[in-house]
């Protein structure tokens, strides 16, 4: 006969050696914040990066992440131009210039990003 109680099905973990301190715990509420906002702009500039080349979305993810890298900035940095550029905000010279010459690679190679990646 089975008891009226479930079983626990998780192991209760030991309590930790005190409380987190406020400070500690406000820095990384502030650090996963800022990296969900970065996640949360290189998939805005994927996705117009996508619309504009026009690209599939595994392309313009290679294309903002090759740009990235010859600049040698962040791709949270480069996906913030892409989405100033897309509306109409001046972005820095380099970046526009660096942003034209890998989408016209892209665009005029004819391979898509699996034929890459095998490279």
């Given at each position: 006969?089975?008891?009226?109680?479930?079983?626990?099905?998780?192991?209760k973990?030991?309590?930790t050696?005190?409380?987190?301190?406020?400070?500690?715990?406000?820095?990384?509420?502030?650090?996963?914040?800022?990296?969900?906002a970065?996640?949360?702009?290189?998939?805005?500039?994927?996705?117009?990066?996508?619309?504009?080349?026009?690209?599939?979305?595994?392309?313009?993810?290679?294309?903002?992440a090759?740009?990235?890298?010859r600049?040698?900035?962040?791709?949270?940095?480069?996906?913030?131009?892409?989405?100033?550029?897309?509306?109409?905000?001046?972005?820095?010279?380099?970046?526009?210039?660096?942003?034209?010459?890998?989408?016209?690679?892209?665009?005029s190679?004819?391979?898509?990003?699996?034929?890459?990646?095998?490279?």
């Open positions: 006969m089975r008891s009226s109680t479930p079983e626990p099905r998780f192991v973990l030991p309590p050696t005190g409380p987190v301190p406020d400070e500690l715990e406000r820095s990384e509420h502030a650090r996963l914040r800022r990296t969900l970065a996640r949360a702009t290189v998939n805005m500039a994927e996705g117009a990066l996508a619309v504009l080349g026009p690209l599939p979305i595994e392309d313009a993810c290679l294309v903002l090759d740009v990235a890298r600049l040698h900035v962040d791709a949270h940095l480069v996906a913030e131009h892409v989405l100033n550029l897309v509306q109409g905000i001046a972005v820095p010279d380099a970046v526009y210039r660096e942003l034209h010459r890998v989408l016209h690679e892209f665009r190679d004819g391979r898509n990003a699996a034929d890459r990646l095998a490279e």
